[in-house]
């Protein structure tokens, strides 16, 4: 084989070998980096349980439940939570009854990529009663 494939086929190599590393060193495994809070929301009223992951490839993110992995728009395009872009969960309206499965609970959210998952902090959702936080402030009272 004449000197310049030797060459050609020398550095071809060299860059295929230093290209795979770098990329492989470029990848990394997924991290929250925003947790979702408590939140205590009305029945009916639109709520945000807010969700931020980062790794490379960048993560799938997935809602559980009390343990249940949560069904989102993804999942069923007339369900009243979606999965935005960012990884949150957007609720349409809250539900809290008995006739469908209510929104009330302890949440976490699992980002996943093929380098590992992470699994943010729990982050419970109440839904505030109609009648909640009424507060009276009795001063000064003198009773005869």
Known sequence: M?????GIYFLLTLLWICSGSRLRQEDFP?????HPSDLIVSKGEPATLNC????RPIPTVEWYKDGERVETDKDNPRSHRMLLPSGSLFFL????GRRSKP???S????????????ISHNASLEVASKYCCVLFEFADVIIF
Do not use: S
């Open 2 to 6: 004449p000197a310049c494939f030797t």
């Open 30 to 34: 997924p991290r929250i980096v925003e």
């Open 52 to 55: 931020k992951a980062e790794g």
């Open 93 to 96: 309206r809250i539900i809290h």
């Open 103 to 105: 929104d009330d609970g």
């Open 107 to 118: 949440y976490v959210c699992v980002a996943r990529n093929y380098l590992g998952q992470a």
